[in-house]
């Protein structure tokens, strides 16, 4: 899915992101339904949450510590991009449950600043305790709106060094002074209505399903300390991905995320491992090493004690080795700036970056069997939709089942975006069992959807209509498909970043005066983080490397009517260019064809329907012999009839009789 | 001509362009004539400049201020891209005399750090008493290479502010302090010896000649300032083309650009003027109203008080509004922070990149004069090379002469890059008196060259090849050529960043692992910098609007064999889409054709094919009228044939039946 929406960094998303190409303005379906603070008595419609209570709990807090403004960002003390409920503070100070946004309470004011997906949300969640700040970059505003010449406060725990840095540098020039405290404050109004911690075990990734033991991570990772000229003794890990790579450990504390609470200090001569060690059973303390204390033997911590202990590791005479993307600002002031080493990312989060032979061909059988439960559902929908009894929401529930089916399922790997007609045009839709719209032949249907498995996480979204879509529409779905091919099939040279190449997505779409309002695709984990940075196609982006897994995903949104995204995974690998050089280009590994009804191939140029036609042929190969091999007759012969070879002068839906012919354009192969 | 090796701003190149596509290879054509420390006594070729006296002099100066190091860039203090003799400080110093590069000198070391284009002639240039330091950055290297723990100082007015910081921020974790001193030390050094400044006349540019008059441009600016949220109540201009733009003042104290050593301070209430005041005649003093002390009056002051002027500004209640790329430290540091409003580039530099439609007629009329001179050089080596008698060297002054007849003529913009064979592989060749090449119908000819004129300035690249270039070189000039045509034909969104659109002009030399080494292109100015900044497809260039011009100058180099570029200049226009939005695409002003013998039609996408018909068409409607007013008919005879309608189908080289007709192609007209 579409990463400026649901961006691995919340705060990098609200801080930077907007407005680099704007957003497709919301859509406001019940425009009445908002609060309006001014008439007396104000009107709160019956989705608004009354916060009195938990700001009169704050500003006790904050009255006690003599404190002027308090900060509240929606994240955790990982920088997750999905939080667990005890985490949502923003959400229970605010009432606010949107993604994006960061709440400032004073003794007298109490602001919320997000961007304009989430406007009409808020305005109908929250109370008239809440100002509504529409600008999309806080520090803007900080000094000037909230704070005047006392202190202000945030959270140290979950305020990311880099954003604490950038608060300072906008407050300067100020009288206020940005203090660090703990524990939270919110946590502490919260009190005994905060939900606890849930214990779900900690369990080991099975080897069949890992890249390397984690042993061989470990010393890997040791051996790039080796060779850094700043000479690092020890690498903090704070993502909680880090981690989790980094031992083949998997929980469950996390939605969508196969993640637990956790840290790791890595030093040159012991492992450290910071969680909640009752999730740890014996045969995983066994699988760790945990009863020695050599430099391959794991320490097992308890989760609350690493700023402690971080602290007393950095008395010492080390060098502290961090990513500043995903180390809060309470980490962070534990350790002298001397004995810091930061780069931008972890040197686990780009050592993960780059998949290994085992785990690339480990993600592309994930995709194998997600194509399969993929299309069985679009064969259903094909035969159910002009039914008229599928919605967005049961059709999400019945996907999920059909995931469910598959080997290594371990759920959906997001929340399901299933969106008819006017709703795919909203950015950051999900239906829900009381709100969610019919499936229709007279719509088009947007279906970004993702799973884990054990072996690999997916991502993919296809488009589609089962009845007469109008001209513009399959104009502007076929330029979204030539933007996918023409980045697709795109050799470039090696280390060559996302960001310079990402205009051939938008190339044919601009050609005509249109665009879209999002990122252009972001990594993806085996069994770990859907969106999984540092790959993909932003500015804050790593460069493309061979064995990088990207998601690749132009779209158009027409307010109020349609949207369309088109969004596959595809895997870095060697160019074989004629003139020798170190080249690069991307190959598809998501294997579900695209929908022929939608398709103008007078549109495309020979070498674009040259890709077409050889991608549904790996297709073919590659999904066909799975969907016999389980029996599914009618989902074969459909993926048969949709990955007919396409012809630029025939017709758009093939003949039966040529169901099992392939055209020597297929045969082809324009690149491997 | 490609700006990542002529950069206007030669310390960004210096310290962050580096790298980012990489160098191609220099050609050492005469390695074994470098200097050898090595051996005893010393190998110095005559080339080398004994630079032991100016060395002990410096010395000298530091000692009497107690100084560690000091740094010495070759720049001016306006951070000017071509500077004057009096200004080449480190070459006098050095004996180097490239145009990239700074030198740092202790009581006991001397170093020159430099970029891989001018290695070798460093090594040709500089005696003993220098190391060479290949690293790109110099900042990584002063703290442990050249300074310890004393003082280390730079020339504050030579220093942009944005390097002083960033001096500061390397040094900032070591005992050096970075300090500010004026006067120059090397100017005390250099003593009587330095070159005077020459005081050539300041002049009026024409009415004819100006978008605005100069009393309508400071207004301009001042209604910039009163709706600047920061309220700035000056503007500090440090630039030379600045203040020439803003006054419409032209002179001739630098080489190929038409500019005078000044500085402006354009306040709310008054406008000072800081020049030197000789080179002001009494008709030129009458035009500025120098004579009053109103707001619309300008006071003129001595060049040399701008520190002390500026200073005295800055204790008044005031904030001073200035682009940071061309401010230098000197000026910098005597404005207190709280006072400075920083852009990366003045409301001046940022106005004048987007030019008005008088001025966009003026530079394309400048353009059509400027490819008759091209054209008149290009049929005379046609019809000479084959004799063997034309070398590089005379060609580039044939060529100016050409351009010296043309109207409202005034030299060169930049020294002709005039190279045969594998010289036009080197990056910043240019052939001298003693030094250069013979053209050959063997080999490849690459020109790269400008003109200014009182309407405009203009820059131009075409390669040609008189006998029968083999396939590879007419596969890469064609590709090349491709870069050029996709990039000029792209329609994008309103204020796209250069840089995320220049891919398109390495798209399908990529595409067979192929690539060049230099940025795509810059802006350009009305008879102005060549390399007009903030204008281009950099990292750092501001994004493109509708009226600025750039060049478009994709390129191809083969070590040791050949070299190939495509240059034109391009104004930004509007793009009519079939969807209603703000996009804008290029129309090319440069208007002249390719050559034929090198195009491999077959490579050429039918869009691509009616594009370059589409300007072939446009050449002749504008070129060829003035060709034949000019009764130059063997150059319209030439120009009619070279830009005969290509057809995928037909041979090369058109009939000369066929002269005067116009294909289908051609008048389809693919984009206004």
Same mark, same amino acid.
């Given at each position: 899915?579409?990463?400026?929406?649901?961006?691995?960094?919340?705060?990098?998303?609200?801080?930077?992101?907007?407005?680099?190409?704007?957003?497709?303005?919301?859509?406001?379906?019940?425009?009445?339904?908002?609060?309006?603070? +001014?008439?007396? #008595?104000?009107?709160?419609?019956?989705?608004?949450?009354?916060?009195?209570?938990?700001?009169?709990?704050?500003?006790?807090?904050?009255?006690?510590?003599?404190?002027?403004?308090?900060? /509240?960002?929606?994240?955790?003390?990982?920088?997750?991009?999905?939080?667990?409920?005890?985490?949502?503070?923003?959400?229970?100070?605010?009432?606010?449950?949107?993604?994006?946004?960061?709440?400032?309470?004073?003794?007298?004011?109490?602001?919320?600043?997000?961007?304009?997906?989430?406007?009409?949300?808020?305005?109908?969640?929250?109370?008239?305790?809440?100002?509504?700040?529409?600008?999309?970059?806080?520090?803007?505003?900080?000094?000037?709106?909230?704070?005047?010449?006392?202190?202000?406060?945030?959270?140290?725990?979950?305020?990311?060094?880099?954003?604490?840095?950038? !608060?300072?540098?906008?407050?300067?020039?100020?009288?206020?002074?940005?203090?660090?405290?703990?524990?939270?404050?919110?946590?502490?109004?919260?009190?005994?209505?905060?939900?606890?911690?849930?214990?779900?075990?900690?369990?080991?990734?099975?080897?069949?399903?890992?890249?390397? &033991?984690?042993?061989?991570?470990?010393?890997?990772?040791?051996?790039?300390?080796?060779?850094?000229?700043?000479?690092?003794?020890?690498?903090?890990?704070?993502? +909680?991905?880090?981690?989790?790579?980094?031992?083949?450990?998997?929980?469950?504390?996390?939605?969508?995320?196969?993640?637990?609470?956790?840290?790791?200090?890595?030093?040159?001569?012991?492992?450290?491992?910071?969680?909640?060690?009752?999730?740890?059973?014996?045969?995983?303390?066994?699988?760790?090493?945990?009863?020695?204390?050599?430099?391959?033997?794991?320490?097992?911590?308890?989760?609350?004690?690493?700023?402690?202990?971080?602290?007393?590791?950095?008395?010492?005479?080390?060098?502290?080795?961090?990513?500043?993307?995903?180390?809060? !600002?309470?980490?962070?002031?534990?350790?002298?700036?001397?004995?810091?080493?930061?780069?931008?990312?972890?040197?686990?989060?780009?050592?993960?970056?780059?998949?290994?032979?085992?785990?690339?061909? +480990?993600?592309?059988?994930?995709?194998?069997?997600?194509?399969?439960?993929?299309?069985?559902?679009?064969?259903?929908?094909?035969?159910?939709?002009?039914?008229?009894?599928?919605?967005?929401?049961?059709?999400?529930?019945?996907?999920?089942?059909?995931?469910?089916?598959?080997?290594?399922?371990?759920?959906?790997?997001?929340?399901?975006?299933?969106?008819?007609?006017?709703?795919?045009?909203?950015?950051?839709?999900?239906?829900?069992?009381?709100?969610?719209?019919?499936?229709?032949?007279?719509?088009?249907?947007?279906?970004?959807?993702?799973?884990?498995?054990?072996?690999?996480?997916?991502?993919?979204?296809?488009?589609?209509?089962?009845?007469?879509?109008?001209?513009?529409?399959?104009?502007?779905?076929?330029?979204?498909?030539?933007?996918?091919?023409?980045?697709?099939?795109?050799?470039? #040279?090696?280390?060559?970043?996302?960001?310079?190449?990402?205009?051939?997505?938008?190339?044919?779409?601009?050609?005509?005066?249109?665009?879209?309002?999002?990122?252009?695709?972001?990594?993806?984990?085996?069994?770990?983080?859907?969106?999984?940075?540092?790959?993909?196609?932003? !500015?804050?982006?790593?460069?493309?490397?061979?064995?990088?897994?990207?998601? /690749?995903?132009?779209?158009?949104?027409?307010?109020?009517?349609?949207?369309?995204?088109?969004?596959?995974?595809?895997?870095?690998?060697?160019?074989?260019?004629?003139?020798?050089?170190?080249?690069? &280009?991307?190959?598809?590994?998501?294997?579900?064809?695209?929908?022929?009804?939608?398709?103008?191939?007078?549109?495309?140029?020979?070498?674009?329907?040259?890709?077409?036609?050889?991608? !549904?042929?790996? /297709?073919?190969?590659?999904?066909?012999?799975?969907?016999?091999?389980?029996?599914?007759?009618?989902?074969?012969?459909?993926?048969?009839?949709?990955?007919?070879?396409?012809?630029?002068?025939?017709?758009?839906?093939?003949?039966?009789?040529?169901?099992?012919?392939?055209?020597?354009?297929?045969?082809?192969?324009?690149?491997?």
């Amino acid at each position: 899915m579409a990463q400026a929406h649901w961006g691995c960094c919340p705060w990098l998303v609200l801080l930077c992101a907007l407005g680099a190409w704007g957003h497709p303005k919301s859509v406001d379906l019940t425009a009445e339904d908002v609060r309006n603070c +001014l008439i007396s #008595p104000p009107y709160l419609p019956v989705t608004v949450v009354n916060t009195t209570a938990q700001l009169t709990a704050l500003r006790q807090q904050m009255h006690i510590q003599n404190l002027f403004a308090y900060i /509240i960002p929606e994240t955790d003390a990982h920088m997750s991009e999905y939080i667990g409920t005890r985490d949502k503070r923003r959400a229970w100070m605010t009432g606010f449950t949107g993604s994006a946004g960061t709440a400032v309470v004073t003794m007298g004011k109490a602001g919320l600043w997000t961007d304009s997906r989430y406007w009409t949300q808020a305005e109908r969640q929250m109370d008239c305790n809440w100002e509504l700040h529409k600008e999309a970059d806080i520090k803007e505003d900080i000094p000037g709106r909230i704070v005047t010449d006392r202190s202000l406060t945030g959270e140290p725990e979950t305020v990311p060094g880099g954003s604490w840095e950038s !608060y300072n540098m906008a407050l300067m020039n100020s009288n206020i002074k940005l203090v660090s405290i703990t524990p939270n404050l919110v946590d502490q109004a919260w009190g005994s209505e905060k939900p606890l911690v849930l214990s779900q075990p900690i369990y080991v990734l099975q080897e069949a399903f890992t890249g390397n &033991t984690w042993q061989k991570k470990v010393s890997d990772i040791r051996s790039q300390m080796q060779k850094h000229p700043k000479a690092p003794t020890a690498v903090l890990l704070s993502a +909680l991905d880090e981690t989790a790579w980094l031992f083949n450990l998997r929980g469950s504390d996390i939605p969508y995320n196969p993640f637990f609470y956790s840290y790791t200090l890595l030093t040159d001569s012991s492992i450290r491992l910071f969680v909640n060690r009752s999730c740890l059973n014996s045969e995983t303390l066994k699988y760790l090493n945990s009863s020695c204390t050599g430099s391959m033997c794991v320490q097992v911590e308890d989760y609350s004690q690493v700023r402690h202990n971080v602290q007393a590791y950095a008395s010492g005479n080390v060098k502290i080795w961090i990513g500043t993307s995903y180390t809060t !600002y309470g980490l962070y002031e534990v350790i002298p700036t001397e004995k810091l080493i930061e780069d931008t990312y972890s040197p686990v989060m780009v050592t993960k970056a780059v998949k290994n032979s085992k785990e690339q061909a +480990l993600l592309r059988a994930s995709h194998v069997r997600d194509a399969v439960a993929v299309i069985r559902y679009l064969v259903w929908l094909e035969k159910n939709v002009p039914k008229g009894t599928v919605d967005e929401f049961s059709g999400a529930e019945l996907l999920n089942k059909f995931r469910g089916k598959e080997q290594f399922s371990s759920g959906p790997s997001f929340e399901t975006i299933s969106a008819s007609g006017l709703n795919a045009a909203l950015a950051h839709y999900s239906p829900t069992k009381e709100l969610h719209r019919k499936l229709s032949s007279d719509e088009m249907y947007l279906l970004d959807s993702g799973g884990q498995y054990w072996d690999g996480t997916t991502d993919i979204t296809r488009t589609v209509h089962w009845g007469t879509p109008s001209a513009f529409q399959k104009e502007a779905y076929t330029r979204v498909l030539i933007g996918n091919i023409d980045l697709s099939r795109l050799v470039f #040279p090696a280390n060559t970043s996302g960001r310079m190449m990402e205009v051939f997505a938008r190339r044919a779409l601009w050609d005509v005066g249109l665009n879209y309002g999002h990122g252009t695709g972001h990594g993806i984990g085996n069994f770990l983080c859907v969106h999984e940075w540092p790959v993909g196609f932003q !500015y804050n982006n790593i460069p493309m490397a061979k064995g990088m897994f990207t998601s /690749i995903e132009p779209g158009y949104y027409q307010d109020g009517e349609f949207g369309i995204r088109l969004e596959d995974v595809a895997l870095v690998v060697e160019a074989k260019t004629k003139y020798p050089g170190s080249y690069l &280009t991307f190959e598809v590994v998501s294997l579900v064809p695209y929908d022929r009804n939608l398709i103008d191939v007078s549109l495309l140029s020979p070498e674009q329907l040259q890709y077409l036609n050889h991608y !549904y042929q790996t /297709i073919r190969e590659k999904v066909g012999p799975e969907l016999q091999q389980r029996q599914l007759l009618e989902e074969f012969e459909w993926l048969q009839q949709h990955t007919e070879p396409l012809s630029a002068k025939a017709p758009h839906t093939a003949p039966l009789a040529s169901l099992l012919a392939v055209s020597s354009l297929a045969i082809l192969g324009c690149r491997v």
